[in-house]
């Protein structure tokens, strides 16, 4: 999703709402009905919230992580490198994080494609459920990569092959008849590939009887200039792996069976050319990812694009930094389902793992502000960093911006703490459940009360007009319900 961006007013204390800008939603993630919005009372059962002891033991438990987790990221903050920085060392510090944060992403690729490979070879629950675990596993390092997009084209032109969202899963597989069977936007909402070795896209027939990551990324991923027509990256991968999750604010994800893939005793049909897809799909990622680690190394464009402009460099970070944490994240990705109450607004809709995305999001913004990364293996990348240059100019939004970034950080710890013990967040996010609807909001909160800061931060710098992406939900939520 792209929106349109507004530039900064000049001066210290120049904070300004983000300009409002036009929400269009093209698909219908997760299984609901396309006329969900229409009936989102009707559709749906209703959350009931925690009571009692059950709420009593949520609070002592979230408090304590909590503290923990501040205590702990308190001191990561701390070992942030002193002293003062130069633009260009900054920029080499945020592009070697971003180095290393896309070789994490494709490592984990990489694990999951075995997961996958082992998954075709013999279909289980067992080899299921760790296949699933590889893919969620892989999103803990590519969301620390999502700061990265806003402020270099290179990175936003390439996104939407790895993460674009929401989709029409009935391009890709079978659904459930709550889907429906046709969208006035989208010819092929419900093509089916995997049951279809022909296809016709924009009156030209396809050959699809073999499903390979050429068919998927040059015939069918945003087929027809529809963007719901996603039939690559992450979220791909997770349909295939989970299916619909057609609970709404009950509890559970998708159910998709392993048999799905075991040509011996199939169900859903055609399990043959559904491990095609799953296999060609999890090959263009790892290709995919390679590109764009490579774009950040020694030689690569990426790097050297904002090398050759330390200046233009720290705007590309800070532009990361803002419309991330706010357009993106506290609006689309957060505050638009809060305010539809609509199980299907979440980010990792079929699997669950919403929270985690959101939390690992934010890390990705505290990243690249504080200049130092903590790889998958445990090693640490860091260096000069934009903290150090406003600390240079002002100490106090330093502080400022390091405890909002902090409690941001904590808000969503306590939101990922939620998800895993008490609801998932599409639960979190239904009506009438006060406390959930709390914690998201909590979040939400914070992402904006940086925003702000992460704006005088700008200004401190002298880096001039800088745009943020805006958001409906934030700006003007009428908009949302027309």
């Not at 530039?7 to 210290?12: D, E, T, V």
């Not at 204390?13 to 939603?25: L, M, S």
């Not at 990551?213 to 039939?231: G, R, T, Y």
């Amino acid at each position: 999703m792209h929106f349109a961006f507004r530039p900064l007013p000049a001066g210290p204390e120049g904070y300004a709402e983000p300009k409002t800008t036009a929400h269009h939603r093209l698909a219908n993630a997760c299984g609901a009905p396309k006329d969900r919005l229409n009936s989102l009372t009707a559709a749906r059962g209703r959350t009931k919230p925690l009571k009692g002891e059950q709420m009593s033991i949520f609070v002592r438990r979230t408090a304590g992580i909590a503290a923990a987790s501040a205590m702990a990221f308190g001191l990561f903050l701390s070992t942030a490198s002193a002293g003062t920085a130069s633009p260009q060392a900054v920029v080499e510090t945020y592009a070697d994080i971003a180095q290393a944060a896309y070789e994490d992403s494709l490592a984990t690729a990489g694990a999951l494609d075995a997961a996958i490979a082992a998954l075709i070879a013999k279909p289980s629950q067992a080899t299921l459920l760790a296949a699933r675990a590889a893919w969620i596993a892989a999103r803990a390092p590519y969301q620390q990569t999502e700061v990265f997009r806003f402020g270099n084209a290179i990175v936003d032109d390439w996104e939407g092959k790895v993460n674009a969202w929401p989709l029409d899963e009935g391009l890709i597989d079978y659904v459930a008849a709550s889907y429906g069977t046709e969208a006035d936007e989208n010819a092929l909402y419900t093509v089916n590939v995997i049951a279809n070795a022909s296809l016709t896209i924009n009156g030209r027939k396809v050959d699809a009887s073999t499903i390979t990551p050429a068919l998927l990324q040059d015939s069918l991923h945003e087929a027809e200039e529809v963007e719901a027509n996603v039939a690559t990256g992450y979220h791909a991968l997770e349909f295939l792996l989970w299916g619909q999750d057609l609970n709404g604010t009950e509890a559970g994800a998708g159910s998709r069976p392993a048999s799905d893939f075991d040509t011996a005793n199939c169900t859903g049909g055609h399990c043959d050319r559904r491990a095609q897809y799953l296999k060609a799909a999890s090959e263009l990622l790892l290709s995919d990812l390679a590109d764009m680690a490579a774009n950040w190394g020694a030689d690569g464009e990426a790097r050297n694009t904002l090398l050759a402009d330390p200046q233009a460099g720290l705007s590309a970070i800070l532009t990361g930094m803002g419309s991330l944490s706010y357009g993106e994240l506290a609006g689309e990705r957060m505050k638009l389902g809060l305010l539809l109450h609509d199980p299907e607004e979440e980010h990792d809709c079929f699997s669950d793992n919403t929270h985690n995305s959101h939390y690992f999001d934010q890390l990705g913004v505290r990243n690249v502000y504080t200049g130092r990364y903590r790889r998958i293996d445990g090693s640490v990348v860091d260096g000069p960093s934009v903290s150090d240059l406003v600390a240079a100019a002002d100490t106090g939004l330093d502080a400022e911006i390091r405890t909002k970034l902090e409690t941001t950080v904590t808000a969503m710890a306590v939101m990922k703490a939620r998800a895993e013990s008490v609801e998932a967040y599409d639960q979190m996010i239904g009506e009438a459940n006060a406390q959930g609807n709390a914690v998201v909001q909590t979040a939400i909160d914070g992402l904006i009360d940086q925003t702000r800061s992460i704006e005088r931060a700008v200004a401190t710098l002298n880096l001039g007009a800088i745009a943020f992406e805006g958001s409906d939900s934030l700006d003007n939520p009428g908009a949302v319900f027309e």
